[in-house]
């Protein structure tokens, strides 16, 4: 969120790019604590560069923040101190970002990042467990969009929401650690079933996925194609006046 340290500000400042508004001179967290935005509701994106004291500022107004690596990883803007800001408190979620800056919306490769790339930033191999980043994945990010009473956990009273996996043909199959094979044995190919309330959305050998892609291209092209035009309406005699 740090406005001032972002590599591609430098780039602008070099290249004489002009800006629509002037740099604040300070960093996002601040400025946006100065103008009184943060809050429980307010949902920080990255958070990649923020200071210790920026970290006690984001707690004290009970702000959340969606950790991307992957985005974070590919623009090269660095690793976000994941460590220190569950720490500090913060509800932190797992996010995957915009297609602009990510390969796809692999839910299981970003968690598998997650943990890399906290255990490279710590270099310490117990930085972020798989048993953890699943926690981040569901009840964390959940809780990040204050909605934990409600989904992010199976227990009774919240909304039924889960993924049915198979490991079968995997490497992590026998497995000794569940959430260790989920998250690094975990793809979208291997989804069997997804529910949603309690409803199932999908199902392996019901909708295949090239009918559904096939229905979402033709959606697409009906929605950009240009509007037909309007009927010509045929020029009509006026009504002879009351004399």
Not at 3 to 8: E, W, Y
Not at 97 to 115: N, W
């Amino acid at each position: 969120m740090r406005l001032t340290a972002c590599p591609r500000l430098s780039i602008a400042r070099a290249t004489s790019i002009p800006w629509l508004v002037e740099p604040p001179g300070t960093t996002g967290t601040r400025l946006l604590e100065r103008e009184g935005i943060l809050g429980s509701n307010v949902l920080a994106a990255h958070c990649v560069v923020v200071d210790r004291e920026e970290i006690d500022i984001l707690a004290q107004h009970d702000v959340a923040v969606a950790h991307c690596p992957r985005s974070n990883a590919y623009v090269g803007c660095g690793i976000a101190p994941v460590r220190e800001l569950r720490e500090a408190g913060l509800r932190v979620g797992i996010g995957t970002d915009g297609v602009s800056s990510t390969p796809s919306h692999d839910f299981y490769d970003e968690l598998r990042t997650a943990v890399m790339t906290a255990r490279a930033r710590e270099r310490r191999p117990d930085a972020l467990t798989a048993s953890e980043v699943l926690e981040l994945a569901t009840l964390g990010s959940a809780r990040a969009l204050n909605l934990g009473v409600e989904i992010g956990s199976l227990v009774p009273g919240k909304r039924a929401d889960l993924q049915v996996v198979s490991l079968a043909g995997s490497h992590w199959l026998p497995w000794e650690d569940p959430a260790a094979a989920v998250v690094f044995g975990g793809s979208p190919e291997r989804i069997l079933a997804t529910f949603v309330d309690g409803k199932p959305v999908y199902e392996r050998g019901g909708l295949e996925w090239h009918e559904l892609t096939a229905a979402a291209h033709s959606a697409r092209r009906a929605m950009l194609a240009p509007a037909a035009p309007a009927a010509r309406v045929e020029e009509v005699a006026p009504l002879p006046r009351a004399r």
